[in-house]
């Protein structure tokens, strides 16, 4: 299991049914996206211009309870978002929907990534006296939009000059008083999907919300492409659109739903054929395969597909482990022995392949190899179904300081050793592409080649004003 986590889901409503309960629709469609982050949640509601939300720490059943929806007028635009961070701790002033007043009313935001000129933004902006709330990018880019608006006709030309000064990686969904926005990085690193349900227009992370919520994908928002949806339809901006692409591949690997289609690639499909060439380049006798839940059961999969050794169950998940609870005081160890268990019936006396989607730090991994061997496996091997991970991302998964991943620190035996497998397998690099093949973008792997698409470093990120207020 990876230690890995994405920065976020964001999801956004036009209604054009009265009758439609957008405040609810956009609840169920944060569940959908609940594996994007379960620090927060929030929703925004636009009633005729007059902006309502409420988001809160936790899953979103946690963040969004009954009283406060209740409270949410029905509109014709909403907002929701699920937030991840890597920092242990945030203000409330760092969840999402931002909404805030400005000259031409009011605007909400909702942003998926990172900026790399986060610091350059924000100095610049300090200079005008602006004044944050929180040490995120969605306030850079709402004071950026805001500020823009002031010498523009309309919102869509402010967002139009104010993202052509973004560097990074990016998918925001915004609204004005009347109208829903939606914006993707030039390089397509984040995912930005358009689809319906009925006859509302929607923009979403993934496209598993609208499976989930008997909807209609439409297409993916091309890179560099600005959507703005209002009462006369859909309206396309592409003036950013044709540069280079560098879609994130661990979308493929870890990030998405594996019921999304993400660029032209089914998730599922991407994954289970990584672990078809796994099992081509790392083979091994065993008796059974398995997954590591969640993400590695696609790989499992086709791993068994192409070696012929049988599927089977061996680790189970907890998946009720409530924000409460992950904050609690006690050791990482604890808290991975609640979160996972080993099958004792599948396993017991069997040699074991067990397929997980990356390796980070290690220690996940070590506790998965301790888990099947106190349950009785009699081997276990395991493999992984992407290459080693020896770049940091400043612009995804937010990973922590290089010399703490496993793959700088140690060789491959000195990995194996470590966590007591008895034997560890890669994915290579070179079949990173034939992974996602179907893509209609180029990919960026970074994370295990060192090679970024664009100048990010962790002084990028690196914010003097960061102190609390």
Known sequence: MSELHDECGVFGIFSNDEKLDIAEETYLALYALQHRGEVGAGIAVNDNGNMVYYKDFGVVPEALPEKELARLKNGQIALGHVKYSAREQIDHADLAPLVMRYSHGQLALCMNGALANHNELKEELHKGAAIFQSDGDTEIIAYMIARARIGAVTIEEAVQKAVKQLKG?????????????????????????????????????????????????????????????????????????????????????FFARPDSVVD???????RQRAG???????????????????????AAIGYSMRSGIPYATGII??????RGFRNRKRHSEYIMRIKLNALKNNVEGKRVIVIDDSIVRGKTSKHIVDLLRNAGAKEVHMRIASPPFISQCYLTSDTTEKE???????TVEEMREYMGADSLGFLSVESIKEMVKESSLSICDACF??????????ASRENKYSQKI
């Open 449 to 458: 080649t060192g090679n970024y698409p664009l100048d990010v470093s962790k």
């Open 317 to 322: 998940k907890n998946k009720y482990l409530g």
């Open 276 to 298: 078809m060439m796994l099992a081509e380049q790392c083979p091994v006798e065993a008796d059974i395969v398995c997954g590591v839940p969640d993400c590695g059961r696609s």
């Open 264 to 270: 032209g690639v089914s998730v599922d499909m991407a």
């Open 169 to 253: 990686a990016y998918a925001v969904v915004l609204m004005s008083p009347s109208k829903l926005i939606g914006v993707r990085d030039p390089m397509g690193v984040r995912p930005l999907c358009m689809g319906k349900i009925g006859e509302s227009y929607v923009l979403t992370s993934e496209s598993c919300v609208f499976d989930s919520m008997d909807g209609e994908f439409i297409r993916d928002v091309q890179p560099g492409e600005i959507v703005v949806i209002d009462s006369d339809g859909v309206h396309s901006y592409t003036e950013n659109c044709g540069g280079k692409t560098a879609a994130c591949i661990f979308e493929y690997v």
């Open 404 to 410: 703490d991943l496993m793959a700088v620190r140690m």
